[in-house]
T-cell receptor, first 111, second 118 residues
Framework: QKEVEQNSGPLSVPEGAIASLNCTYSDRGSQSFFWYRQYSGKSPELIMFIYSNGDKEDGRFTAQLNKASQYVSLLIRDSQPSDSATYLC???????????FGTGTSLTVIP | GAGVSQSPRYKVAKRGQDVALRCDPI?????LFWYQQALGQGPEFLTYFQNEAQLDKSGLPSDRFFAERPEGSVSTLKIQRTQQEDSAVYLC????????????????FGAGSRLTVL
């Protein structure tokens, strides 16, 4: 079982809609979670991190963490064509400092 | 430096050749990570260093893979006797590693080294 699981998609939403991306993790002791965006042919870049249960908002992005369900999500409001990319969910292990990534969800925002 | 620098950006090797990939992390970053990313997949953990100490190498796929960071800054990932299945993008990332749940303990990635083994 992979440490982090994501639905690979692809996910398509119309411009202006809300995109919802989800992931689950297997290490119940993991404390920190990260969303990275990766454009085709580029390296991942950090969007947000979250380590407390609940919601964390940053502009059009909201990360949600539910430790009881071992579930992390990312909401993108007012989606723009420039948001079209692969979104990677990552967790940091409870022991050590290793970061583990999911396979990524491909998002396409249709103008 | 301002960012994580990786070289070479592209490397074509014949099967059986040895390759060396270099990573120069952000100045002052304590932790350094290597990942392998195959086409259409997420980054797969290979190994990580804290300063010069290699704390986890459990992700290295075989004993043909070797990584070092002798002075706690620049790191080299070496692949011996390359095979076609080694073709991938090799990503290096670094972090300050201060405070487990702080904004300083996030990964910043380099542009990657794309290895193609013929």
């Amino acid at each position: 079982q992979k440490e982090v699981e994501q639905n690979s998609g692809p996910l398509s939403v119309p411009e202006g809609a809300i995109a919802s991306l989800n992931c689950t993790y297997s290490d119940r002791g993991s404390q920190s979670f990260f969303w990275y965006r990766q454009y085709s042919g580029k390296s991942p870049e950090l969007i947000m991190f979250i380590y407390s249960n609940g919601d964390k908002e940053d502009g059009r992005f909201t990360a949600q963490l539910n430790k009881a369900s071992q579930y992390v999500s990312l909401l993108i409001r007012d989606s723009q064509p420039s948001d079209s990319a692969t979104y990677l969910c990552a967790s940091r292990r409870s022991t050590g400092n290793q970061f583990y990534f999911g396979t990524g969800t491909s998002l396409t925002v249709i103008p | 430096g301002a960012g994580v620098s990786q070289s070479p950006r592209y490397k074509v090797a014949k099967r059986g050749q040895d390759v060396a990939l270099r990573c120069d992390p952000i100045s002052g970053h304590v932790s350094l990570f290597w990942y392998q990313q195959a086409l259409g997949q997420g980054p797969e953990f290979l190994t990580y260093f804290q300063n010069e100490a290699q704390l986890d190498k459990s992700g290295l796929p075989s004993d043909r893979f070797f990584a070092e960071r002798p002075e706690g800054s620049v790191s080299t990932l070496k692949i011996q006797r390359t095979q076609q299945e080694d073709s991938a993008v090799y990503l290096c990332a670094s972090s300050l590693a201060r405070g487990r749940n702080s904004g300083a303990n996030v990964l910043t990635f380099g542009a990657g080294s794309r290895l193609t083994v013929l």
